[in-house]
């Protein structure tokens, strides 16, 4: 069951597009000091995903967790874990650092700014890329801009897609809320979600196995809770 889950942690898990923050909203203000994520292997929870958000000064410091453990029998038949972090400075990401344990399989990836470029050190080789290229992640809106970003678990700069699907009630984990819907395609394919602030609130896609994966949003507001 290796890999199954890659294609989400782009974490997944789990890093701001780099160009300036500040064109967005705070994210302390959107999200709070964390934004938490349960994570679902064809409607059983396997996983949480994590994203916490502080500020030292001027500096924003962005730190995502995903852990997975899918069952088999009475053993962990997959695991899967991932760290990063990530520092920026009035709106300029800095610094990225990123670990992956996929099943075992361990890799890291590392990033720093030097003058308009990113020196990245990854499980796909050294590479410098343009400061301003945004990652795969979810939390900020600018995901949903596409075209080139950097994958923070493979090291490799991804090509994406963006389709609108319109609007429709998606799942949370304490109800259902009113969403923005987006087709992603293109080297990742996925459903991914956003309000009308711009708070990320989960995704779905179909993992290497078919199963299907869903990430929903457990500290976002529901607009219908669950019933009892």
């Known amino acids: 069951m290796r890999s199954i889950f890659v294609v989400s942690c782009l974490a997944a898990g789990l890093l701001p597009a780099s160009i300036a923050v500040s064109a967005e909203p705070d994210p302390l203000a959107l999200y709070g000091p964390a934004a938490t994520y349960e994570i679902l292997r064809n409607g059983e ?7 916490d958000f502080s500020r030292q000064g001027d500096a924003l410091m962005v730190e995502s967790r995903s852990q997975i453990e899918v069952p088999f029998l009475f053993l962990t038949g997959y695991a899967f874990e991932y760290r990063a972090r990530t520092i920026w400075n009035n709106g300029t990401l800095i610094r990225l650092e990123a670990q992956t344990n996929d099943d075992g399989e361990q890799s890291s990836l590392m990033g720093e700014r030097a003058d308009d470029r990113m020196r990245i050190e990854g499980p796909s080789g050294d590479i410098a890329i343009p400061a301003d290229l945004p990652l795969s992640e979810h939390w900020s809106r600018r995901f949903i ?15 994406i897609e963006i389709r609108p699907l319109g609007e429709a009630f998606v799942p949370m984990a304490n109800g259902i809320a009113q969403a923005e819907r ?7 394919k996925l459903e991914t979600w956003y309000d009308e602030a711009g708070r990320w609130l989960g995704m779905r896609f179909a993992a290497q196995d078919s199963s299907i994966i869903e990430y929903r949003c457990r500290t976002c507001r529901a607009d219908v809770a669950d019933l009892p």
């Open 182 to 188: 987006f087709q992603v395609d293109g080297d990742i």
């Open 145 to 159: 801009d596409g075209g080139r970003q950097l994958n923070t678990i493979t090291g490799k700069v991804n090509d």
């Open 45 to 51: 929870v396997v996983g949480e995903h994590r994203i």
